[in-house]
Structures are given as structure tokens and as C-alpha cells.
């Protein structure tokens, strides 16, 4: 089961987002859809206005960093996010 510690947790009003930062116990690595499914669990936000930013892990540990933004709508998150540019093969 993974346990979420909330370590920091900031409103940014002119994004129109909550910027956090958490840490979370799982005993396999953590993949960003594992990631997205925990932090809308403990923020109860839908799953599509978050943007998990980075995931770090040690060596060795089970203890995982994400660093994460939470919109309050999947429009904004759409606006501000940048978007993948899709590599086209010719």
C-alpha cells in the first residue's frame, strides 16, 4: 500500500493551481499513473488536473519524491501545461 507524507504545499492564485511536493512509500518503482491515482486520492481532485512534474527515487530506497501541480480545472491545466511536441517520422 503506498502512504503519502505531504511535505509542501503551496497555492500559486495567478496559475490558478496548488503546487506540491510528497513523499510516498511503495515497494516497486512508481509510475506517473500510480502517482496521478495517489495524489487525487489524498487532495480528492480529479485525476485529469494533475501534473505530476518529476519523480525521484534512490537507489535501494522505497521512499519516492514527486513534485506535482493540481489545477482547479482541466482547461486551465491545458492552457498553461506545456504541450509534447509529437515527433513525425518522414
Known amino acids: 500500500m503506498n502512504k503519502i507524507k505531504i511535505i509542501q504545499g503551496i497555492e ?13 512509500e511503495s515497494d516497486s518503482n512508481i509510475t506517473h499513473a500510480d ?10 481532485s480529479d485525476i ?7 519523480i525521484k527515487g534512490n537507489f535501494g530506497e522505497n521512499i519516492f519524491k514527486i513534485s506535482a501541480n493540481i489545477y482547479k480545472n482541466q482547461e486551465t491545466k491545458e ?8 515527433r513525425e517520422k518522414k
Open 12 to 24: 500559486n492564485p495567478l496559475f490558478e493551481r496548488k503546487e506540491i511536493l510528497v513523499e510516498m
Open 48 to 54: 485529469n488536473n494533475i501534473k505530476i512534474k518529476k
Open 79 to 86: 492552457k498553461i501545461e506545456p504541450k509534447q511536441k509529437s
Open 35 to 44: 502517482a496521478e491515482k495517489a495524489i487525487s486520492k489524498e487532495f480528492s
